[in-house]
């Protein structure tokens, strides 16, 4: 299969993690004779250094005519810390989800036994999570109309959502329900908000079509305790965009890292593929940032295509990796590896069709192989 790849890598650390989500998508084109061509372009606050626009009109023609986007990080703290500033990186990110159709973003949280000891929660409240978040991205309050009065004192932003817009999402979330465990959860505020009634209207009747999928309803405040004190009872959580913006992030905690967790925006034409954490300016350059989420961005990307032993591949060198120790220094304070290192043995491990391997770690510090 050949699959044009258009790649943003942005700011921060994204370029860093980016490069080894396409070191791995390489190894996999290797294995299985596919050809996937990368194009960069520049997007966030390095295009509005470059361009003076967060989101230039070529890498946005780049992204509409590509096959998908392996998206990395964008952020920048002149611009974070500049309350001032008309032109914001984030802009960019929220134009292209809009030009692009953008409309599911979709979380995976998955818990690694190797790791249950690295989240801040017990062990035995985590163990057996494994949830996909199904948010919706192009509506809301974050979309909706937005005022403020001429004296600066009063503002307001419009929540609005149409039933098109929930329809489509939720039949994507049912869909998904029907190949894991057949569990939906639609959290909203439908004690309060008009709009969240509509979501729970219309994600009813559309229940009717998937009689094999349970559906089940919580509050978002309930939801956001839910998450914490009994993780492992969701399969799918499908939501809207400000809700969706919110447990994503406090599900993104559990397992650990938040360098572990990987996103896709579904739209009718293509998708885009991207860790769900920032650019963390602070480790840029250091070969520290965790890999592994950009990395099962790939894998996420492989599966849109259908490629499911192709992603499957990725996710079992993943879990080596990880139960073998060879990870970076937010996974492991004490004994740790670079950025290029867990790339280079996720992709070593993809090749190397065997089920039975001895690890060397003495020649990974010397950039030898590291399979025997």
């Known amino acids: 299969m050949k699959i044009n790849i258009a790649v943003l890598s942005g700011d ?3 370029p860093e993690v ?3 989500s396409i070191k791995v998508l390489n190894a996999i084109a290797e294995k299985y004779s596919h050809t996937f061509e990368f194009t960069e372009a520049p997007v966030g606050a390095i295009a509005i250094d470059q361009t003076g626009n967060p ?26 810390n500049d309350p001032t500033a008309k032109v914001r990186p984030e802009q960019g990110l929220l134009k292209l989800r809009k030009e692009l ?21 017990k062990k035995e409240i985590i163990s057996g999570t494994d949830l996909i978040i199904y948010r919706e991205l192009t509506g809301g309050i974050y979309f909706g109309e937005k005022k403020l009065n001429e004296e600066g004192t009063v503002a307001s932003d419009l929540c609005e959502y149409s039933k098109p817009e929930i329809e489509r999402i939720a039949h994507l979330a049912f869909k998904a329900a029907q190949s894991r465990r057949k569990y ?13 009634r509509l979501w729970r209207k219309v994600v009813t009747e559309i229940a ?16 956001a305790m839910q998450m914490i004190l009994n993780p492992s009872q969701f399969d799918v959580i499908l939501t809207e965009n400000m809700f969706g913006d919110i447990i994503s992030d406090e599900a993104s905690v559990i397992g650990g890292s938040i360098g572990l967790l990987a996103s896709a925006s579904v739209g009718e034409k293509t998708a885009l593929f991207e860790p769900i954490h920032g650019s963390y300016p602070q480790a840029k350059g250091k070969g520290i940032a965790n890999p592994i989420a950009s990395i099962l961005s790939a894998a996420m990307l492989l599966e849109h295509f259908g490629l499911f032993d192709e992603a499957n591949d990725i996710h079992k060198a993943v ?21 290029d290192v867990v790339g280079d043995a996720i992709s070593e491990l993809i090749l190397s069709n065997n089920t039975d391997i001895y690890l060397n770690k003495d020649n990974i510090l010397i950039g030898k192989s590291i399979l025997i």
């Open 12 to 14: 921060g650390i994204g």
């Open 18 to 20: 980016t490069y080894q």
């Open 55 to 80: 989101l230039p009109e070529d890498t946005l023609t780049l992204c509409k005519e590509s096959d998908a986007v392996l998206f990395g990080a964008i952020g920048d703290p002149k611009y974070d």
């Open 101 to 121: 159709g953008l409309f599911a973003n979709i979380r995976p949280a998955k818990v690694f036994d190797s790791l249950l000891e690295q989240s801040p929660l």
């Open 184 to 196: 939906l959860t639609l959290v909203d505020k439908a004690n309060v908000l008009e709009s969240s």
């Open 208 to 223: 009717n079509g998937y009689p094999d999928v349970r559906l089940d309803f919580l509050f978002v405040d309930n939801a």
């Open 319 to 339: 879990d080596f990796v990880l139960e073998k120790g060879i990870v970076t220094i937010d996974l492991n304070k004490t004994n740790y590896y670079s950025t």
